[in-house]
């Protein structure tokens, strides 16, 4: 039985699977004996020659010997590409990392001479306070020492001044002095002999800035007197005020007369 028998006429019958019988030499042109032998055994040549075809594939693409070679070769090679990438890529990063690290090495190594070279700026800074410090002192003393030469003589020159402007009729019963200001308590027996000390107060050389601030008639004694309060300012040519310039504090010294000082 051929195969058009077999797939139109036992497949359906004993299988019931439907088939269709396609032809593809019905197309071609032939004479009347060959369109005959076409149609009868056409299927079957069409099969035939799809069998044959297909084994004419396989027996033309079977690989040879040299061919499977040349692929194993291209395998071996791609192997060793990619063997080659990884170890690159590794010794890359292994290149890197060292690089890296050597970096760091370094910058630490500038951080810690950088902080040695803050300590010792800081040391330094700390030496230069000490001596601004010394310097200070040694100005503060010689600052003293000046002030003590030049105003050692002030007492001496005060009290001269004061023997020789006070007039006849005035004396004192207080006399203190805080820095350059003196301040005077003390009796008068007439107003004309105090404006007399006064008037000469002005025109002294010593001192200066003389005001009256308080002045008190006493009518309980046999012969009248007035109590009096003046403050003056002792001349700088006498007595300078470092303190003034310098902006320390300065001690106050009083003295207390309590003799009665008159000149007749």
Same mark, same amino acid.
């Given at each position: 039985m051929g195969l058009y028998q077999l797939g139109s006429k036992s497949?359906?019958?004993? =299988? !019931?699977?439907?088939?269709?019988?396609?032809?593809?030499?019905?197309? *071609?042109?032939? &004479?009347?004996?060959?369109?005959? =032998?076409?149609?009868?055994? !056409?299927?079957?040549?069409?099969?035939?020659t799809g069998l044959a075809i297909r084994v004419f594939r396989r027996a033309t693409y079977k690989p040879t010997a040299w061919r499977e070679a040349q692929r194993q070769q291209q395998k071996k090679n791609y192997l060793t590409l990619l063997v080659g990438i990884g170890v690159s890529m590794v010794l890359l990063m292994f290149a890197v990392s060292k690089g890296m690290d050597q970096v760091i090495a370094t910058q630490e190594q500038r951080n810690q001479f950088?902080?040695?070279? *803050?300590?010792k700026i800081d040391t330094q800074i700390g030496e230069i306070k000490n001596i601004k410090q010394s310097k200070e002192a040694i100005e503060q003393r010689m600052t003293l020492i000046e002030q003590l030469e030049v105003s050692r003589n002030a007492a001496p020159i005060v009290l &001269?001044?004061?023997?020789?402007?006070?007039?006849? !009729?005035?004396?004192?019963?207080?006399?203190?002095?805080?820095?350059?200001?003196?301040?005077? &308590?003390?009796?008068?027996?007439?107003?004309?002999?105090?404006?007399?000390? *006064?008037?000469? =107060?002005?025109?002294?050389?010593?001192?200066? &800035?003389?005001? =009256?601030?308080?002045?008190?008639a006493d009518t309980s004694a046999a012969d009248a007197v007035s109590e009096f309060k003046i403050k003056f300012n002792i001349s700088p040519s006498v007595a300078p005020d470092f303190n003034q310039h310098q902006g320390s504090q300065n001690k106050c010294s009083s003295i207390l007369i309590n003799s009665k000082n008159s000149t007749n």
């Open positions: 497949l359906p019958s004993e =299988l !019931g699977i439907a088939v269709q019988v396609f032809n593809p030499l019905l197309a *071609m042109q032939s &004479d009347e004996k060959n369109t005959a =032998l076409i149609a009868t055994h !056409g299927a079957n040549f069409a099969i035939a950088l902080t040695q070279e *803050m300590a &001269d001044e004061l023997a020789r402007i006070v007039p006849p !009729g005035v004396s004192f019963s207080r006399f203190s002095r805080t820095i350059n200001r003196v301040e005077i &308590d003390g009796v008068s027996d007439s107003n004309n002999r105090l404006a007399n000390f *006064m008037r000469n =107060l002005a025109e002294s050389n010593v001192f200066n &800035d003389a005001e =009256l601030s308080s002045i008190v």
